[in-house]
């Protein structure tokens, strides 16, 4: 079956001026254009709009979509299991987050109090399954399942003060990363001291004990794996490299 631009943007939902976009940037090119000037779509642009839709719901850019899609090893069917993946995972999250809200309103109707630590169990309980997902298997490869059990234990275990200190603390190492990078500071400065002892602060609520030689080789996966340098680069590139650094000259 064939669709005139007008035709799949009613089937899709996308407006004809994204549809003339993603032609324009080669992202979706229709199958044909008639004598009229008219884009007529087929089976496979179909397809590929699916696919783009799906993508674009997962937060990824346009440039990106289409370099996956025009990629030669791309595999539809295995692409579309990791979307089901990704969804039943976000799916997962916000059912999370539904249930400490009916549980925050079911309190406030009640007029009761509710506990502090359920007040902020689903966030834990999303950054710890995050983490797992994204970084668990590495960090259980180098420093075993015990230690990556205790430091979920110990996230789930802050109480409300300590887990908005642990974040405000985060917040504070990656900023002064940024202004050191910015400025053009060795890590070997005292800035770099101060940095180190901010990120074994930060550590230490979740890591127990954060030696000298774990404290570095915990820094050292910040350059090792782009998830990681892509955390602290995200606004300056260089953080992570900064961080490995100061940690390896300054952690005792």
Known sequence: MEYSIHELSQLSGVSPRTLRWYHQIGLLKPAR?????????????VDRLQDILFYRALGVELGKIRECLDSSGFDRLETLRKHLAALQQEREKVDRLIQSVQQTIQCEERKETMKDQEKFAAFKKNLVKENEEKYGKEVREKYGDQAADQANASLMGLTREEYEAWNALDAEVREKLEAAVRAGISPDSPEGKEICRLHRRWLEATVKPVTPQKHKGIAQLYVLDERFTAYYDRAIPGCAQFLRDAVDRWAE
């Open 33 to 45: 254009t008639g004598e009229s000037g008219y884009r007529y779509y087929g089976p496979e642009q």
